[in-house]
């Protein structure tokens, strides 16, 4: 399966205290929301739109922005470096 890549990264808190992980692609994006917590509607709304990404049905680029809302909602949404 080809990577769908993504720019700009979307940069998240991650379990690791201190770390932040550049996200800059959609299989990325999904790995990273099965993680979380909260599971709120931006959440499931962008574990939505990284699944039809991954099967070309959806851009890299809603996958990232649907990725980006999900992870303010969950409160790991760090700014760009």
């Known amino acids: 399966m080809a990577t769908h890549w993504f720019s ?6 991650t379990d690791r ?9 959609v299989e ?6 099965m993680k979380w917590t909260k599971m ?5 709304k962008a574990v939505q739109v990284c699944l039809e990404a991954m099967q070309d ?9 649907a990725f980006e ?3 303010k909602e969950e ?6 470096v």
């Open 69 to 71: 809302a999900a992870a």
């Open 57 to 65: 049905r959806a851009t890299p680029e809603e996958a990232r922005k």
């Open 40 to 44: 709120g509607p931006k959440w499931r």
């Open 17 to 25: 205290p201190g770390v932040t992980y550049g996200c800059n692609n």
């Open 28 to 33: 990325g994006a999904a790995e990273e929301l």
């Open 8 to 13: 700009p990264p979307v940069h998240v808190k």
């Open 75 to 80: 409160g790991v949404l760090r700014p760009s």
